[in-house]
T-cell receptor
Framework: AQSVTQPDIHITVSEGASLELRCNYS??????LFWYVQSPGQGLQLLLK??????LVQGIKGFEAEFKRSQSSFNLRKPSVHWSDAAEYFC???????????FGAGTQVVVTP | KAGVTQTPRYLIKTRGQQVTLSCSPI?????VSWYQQTPGQGLQFLFE???????NKGNFPGRFSGRQFSNSRSEMNVSTLELGDSALYLC??????????????FGPGTRLLVL
């Protein structure tokens, strides 16, 4: 069965520091992978997605992610975080041709001054 | 373009009641999916509609149902509410379900509290 694991439930990072959020997936075929962000009281906003091609994907708000098939990982990175990046981040994999997404448990990011 | 809208945003119900939530997709989008988000179970897929047909369903009891109208607006209904149904219900729309990799755009959600 397909699954998505986000090992870190909570991460605290200083403003201006770099950020890396981990995501591991279990999927038989070539996965379609996504990162979404959810601010308090809001819905999910797509940061970036990977379908095929270049394994380094650029997204919005200065985020990027790298797909590593050998490690079954799709980690999200940002070189320098801003206080507005405090939110919950979800990794997701498309599990069928009808668009069903399976989400990881999420990583809560806290940004300190 | 207006985003996905969900109404109401907040709702309080008591056990045993039923509730109907509404989702209006982005103009031109024909696929609507519903997800339940709870602290314990995270984000779970409920069902997906495309052109008024339910194409996909998650592992939820029959108390959870939905439908889609000809204008692509969708409703979900939960009957005989239980305390565990308290959650944020998110709706997502996408342009075309034929291509599964179409990006899904999420609404702000409806927060349901069952007392």
């Amino acid at each position: 069965a397909q699954s998505v694991t986000q090992p870190d439930i909570h991460i605290t990072v200083s403003e201006g520091a770099s950020l890396e959020l981990r995501c591991n997936y279990s999927y038989g075929a070539t996965p379609y992978l996504f990162w979404y962000v959810q601010s308090p009281g809001q819905g999910l906003q797509l940061l970036l997605k990977y379908f095929s091609g270049d394994t380094l994907v650029q997204g919005i708000k200065g985020f990027e992610a790298e797909f590593k098939r050998s490690q079954s990982s799709f980690n999200l990175r940002k070189p320098s975080v801003h206080w507005s990046d405090a939110a919950e981040y979800f990794c997701a994999v498309l599990t069928d041709s009808w668009g069903k997404l399976q989400f990881g448990a999420g990583t809560q990011v806290v940004v300190t001054p | 373009k207006a985003g996905v809208t969900q109404t109401p945003r907040y709702l309080i119900k008591t056990r045993g009641q039923q509730v109907t939530l509404s989702c209006s997709p982005i103009s031109g989008h024909r696929s609507v999916s519903w997800y339940q988000q709870t602290p314990g179970q995270g984000l779970q897929f409920l069902f997906e509609y495309f052109s008024e047909t339910q194409r996909n369903k998650g592992n939820f009891p029959g108390r959870f149902s939905g439908r889609q109208f000809s204008n692509s607006r969708s409703e979900m209904n939960v009957s005989t509410l239980e305390l565990g149904d308290s959650a944020l219900y998110l709706c997502a729309s996408s342009l075309d379900r034929v291509k599964a990799q179409e990006t899904q755009y999420f609404g702000p959600g409806t927060r349901l509290l069952v007392l």
